[in-house]
């Protein structure tokens, strides 16, 4: 499975089923996600209800990104850099 402490990111779950997903189902999830970077959310129906999966950062990640897109743009030789807006 995922080591979660290696990973930039925490799991996010919101909905009325949630306590359908076991630890072990939680793992299996992050797993999901790590393997699928381009999932933005996954969603899991259970006997009580939904629940919505996804990726929650820090609030100091898009101090980072917006830090490591400055230090890209400033080198030399680099004219423009373009990171979408919805990172």
Do not use: F
């Not at 290696?6 to 630890?23: A, E, F, K, N």
């Amino acid at each position: 499975m995922t080591d979660a402490s290696r990973l930039s990111w925490q799991l996010l779950m919101v909905g009325p089923g949630i306590d359908r997903i076991t630890p072990d189902i939680q793992d299996k999830l992050a797993s999901l996600l790590d393997l699928l970077p381009a999932t933005a959310t996954i969603n899991v129906q259970t006997d009580a209800g939904y629940v919505t999966v996804s990726r929650d950062w820090p609030s100091h990640r898009m101090e980072t990104v917006d830090s490591l897109v400055d230090a890209i743009a400033a080198a030399p030789g680099i004219i423009d850099i373009a990171v979408p807006e919805c990172r």
